[in-house]
């Protein structure tokens, strides 16, 4: 069965601190795609990132970067140099081609705290 | 701005009624997705559209139904409702039907059941 955990519920940081999101996925299919979203206090859900299940290559954009192990099941998320406009609920998701469907899992959401 | 329009962004009603949410698509976009959101659930697939017929289906309750129109718009149908029912409700579109895109949300509609 495919499940994603985000262990951690909530952090605070202090603006500049540089802060990790930790996800952990299990799923049993070889095939699959890894997401983050992130939910700013306006509600709405906002796309960061996929990757798919073979390319275990780390990705920088900007003050963002995905460390990606499939040894660990692990896709965090590092942010440098947070801001106060980072903070936001962050969830991790994953999709799985043999479920039949394009369907994200998503993790129970991290909130994170950006204090000036 | 997503591009995925979903309404009425608020909705108040009672236990027992009956309410239909929107939503449009990305334009170009075949699939559509409907997702729950609540504080105990988190966030949950509910159902999947693609051009206009049904592709998947998750934790959707038998009293919700929904469709996908020839023009591509959802309509989710939620009745006898519960307070349980209380959510925020997403859409989400992604292109082509094919498997990995990454699904594009709208900004919700948030339903309150007194």
């Known amino acids: 069965a495919q499940k994603v955990t985000q262990a951690q519920t909530e952090i605070s940081v202090v603006e500049k601190e540089d802060v990790t999101l930790d996800c952990v996925y299990e799923?049993?299919?070889?095939?699959?795609?890894l997401f983050w979203y992130k939910q700013p206090p306006s509600g709405e859900l906002v796309f960061l990132i996929r990757r798919n299940s073979f390319d275990e290559q780390n990705e920088i954009s900007g003050r963002y970067s995905w460390n990606f192990q499939k040894s660990t099941s692990s896709f965090n998320f590092t942010i440098t140099a947070s801001q106060v406009v980072d903070s936001a609920v962050y969830f991790c998701?994953?999709?799985?081609?043999?479920?039949?469907?394009?369907?994200?899992?998503f993790g129970k959401g991290m909130k994170l705290t950006v204090n000036p | 701005d997503s591009g995925v329009t979903q309404t009425p962004k608020h909705l108040i009603t009672a236990t027992g009624q009956r309410v239909t949410l929107r939503c449009s698509p990305r334009?170009?976009?075949?699939?559509v997705y409907w997702y729950q959101q609540s504080l105990d659930q988190g966030l949950q697939f509910l159902i999947q559209?693609?051009?206009?017929?049904?592709?998947a289906k998750g934790n959707i309750l038998e009293r919700f139904s929904a469709q996908q129109f020839p023009d591509l718009h959802s309509e989710l149908n939620l009745s006898s409702l519960e307070l349980g029912d209380s959510a925020l409700y997403f859409c989400?579109?992604?292109?082509?039907?094919?498997?990995?895109?990454?699904?594009?949300f709208g900004p919700g509609t948030r339903l309150t059941v007194t």
């Open positions: 799923t049993r299919d070889t095939t699959y795609y």
């Open positions: 334009s170009g976009d075949l699939s």
């Open positions: 998701a994953l999709s799985e081609a043999q479920s039949g469907s394009e369907k994200l899992v």
């Open positions: 989400a579109s992604s292109g082509g039907g094919s498997w990995g895109y990454e699904q594009y």
């Open positions: 559209y693609y051009n206009g017929e049904e592709r």
